[in-house]
Nanobody, 119 residues
Framework: QVQLVESGGGLVQPGGSLRLACTAA????????MGWYRQPPGKQREWVAS???????SYADSVKGRFTISRDNAKNTLYLQMNSLKPEDTAVYYC?????????????WGQGTQVTVSS
């Protein structure tokens, strides 16, 4: 298991926007699954969005219509565009890649990036 590198977090006012990015530190192959998760303060980690290879994107109800997940396969980079941010979006955001080697899954996680929505 290796760490992914997340960037783009920070402090933003309600209604503002941020774009998160997640990149592998080395060539790990082509992920069949990429996703974003978050952990709000005092709560458990929750799924936010996913973009499996060859499948439609999926979003948690809490972010649908405001967040957009995308991937750049050439750069092996995952993005999360976050618009109309709310205070309840405050959390540590984590990216996750899954790579299939034969029948074994290599599961990669980032270290997390803090997103704080506050005036």
């Amino acid at each position: 298991q290796v760490q992914l590198v997340e960037s783009g977090g920070g402090l933003v006012q309600p209604g503002g926007s941020l774009r998160l990015a997640c990149t592998a530190a080395r060539n790990i192959g082509s992920p069949y699954y990429m996703g974003w998760y978050r952990q709000p303060p005092g709560k458990q980690r929750e799924w936010v969005a996913s973009i499996p290879s060859g499948r439609d994107t999926s979003y948690a109800d809490s972010v649908k219509g405001r967040f957009t997940i995308s991937r750049d396969n050439a750069k092996n980079t995952l993005y999360l565009q976050m618009n109309s941010l709310k205070p309840e979006d405050t959390a540590v955001y984590y990216c996750n890649y899954k790579v299939l080697i034969l029948t074994a899954v290599n599961d990669y996680w980032g270290q997390g990036t803090q997103v704080t929505v506050s005036s």
